[in-house]
């Protein structure tokens, strides 16, 4: 059951948010729809969930058309495809795949207004994910100082699937020192106070470590 799944993801974020003194309304919960059709999507919306999240291009438009509804907040959480962009950036309100210059000047060209993004950070270093060193990372930020139709609202990562509990929490607390110090640095462009990262099986210790968006759609739809 939808209701019950999501009151279970949203009192593990409670219970999480309690053990370190963080308070719930801190954390946004992203629904990843992505492989959800629209009935089941309009349910979710319907128990008042109003953040989702897609990761193909043709199947958001779609969604997005047949949804129809001013209250959701759409987060694209793929990767993005330059000849994809014009289709797309303007379409959503949150994009978490800031993962190359050469997307960031595309998204410039197409952009008709400032877009919210999250540079993408390859924390782990695995092979097959997208992003950024940590290393990379502020030096990629001060190269955006011109792109105007760039807002970075924070920072994305994905732990490896696979990975332990320790991992996790180290991943997602290296992210969290990077958050920190480009926050620090205080550039009108890159506010930085946010950080997306947990999915189902690992957005507790996300929490845990400061997660203000927790993208979460097994747990949900299971
Ligand atoms: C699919 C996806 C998620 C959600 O994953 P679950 O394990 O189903 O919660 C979160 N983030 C990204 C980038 C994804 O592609």
Aim: with cysteine; glycine share 4%; net charge negative.
């Amino acid at each position: 059951m939808l209701a019950d799944n999501l009151k279970q993801v949203q009192q593990s974020i409670q219970n999480a948010c309690d053990q370190v003194g963080r308070s719930y309304s801190e954390v946004t919960l992203v629904a990843v729809t992505k492989t959800e059709d629209v009935p089941t999507t309009q349910a979710m919306i319907a128990l008042g969930q109003f953040h989702l999240a897609e990761n193909r291009s043709d199947k958001f438009l779609t969604k997005k058309q047949a949804i129809n509804n001013p209250m959701v907040v759409w987060h694209y959480i793929g990767n993005l495809q330059r000849r994809k962009v014009k289709d797309i950036i303007n379409e959503v309100d949150y994009f978490h795949a800031l993962d190359s210059l050469k997307l960031a000047d595309e998204i410039q060209k197409r952009a008709q207004k400032v877009v919210k993004c999250f540079v993408e950070v390859n924390v782990s270093g695995e092979e097959s994910k997208h992003g950024f060193t940590l290393e990379e990372t502020k030096d990629f930020i001060l190269s955006l100082h011109a792109h105007d139709k760039i807002e970075v609202v924070g920072l994305m990562t994905m732990a490896p699937f696979d990975s332990t509990v320790s991992e996790q929490h180290a991943i997602f607390n290296k992210l969290k020192q990077m958050q920190c110090e480009i926050e620090h640095m205080a550039l009108e462009y890159a506010p930085c106070h946010e950080l997306s990262m947990g999915m189902s099986n690992d957005f507790p210790i996300a929490v845990l470590e400061g997660a203000t968006y927790v993208r979460v759609g097994t747990a949900l739809f299971k």
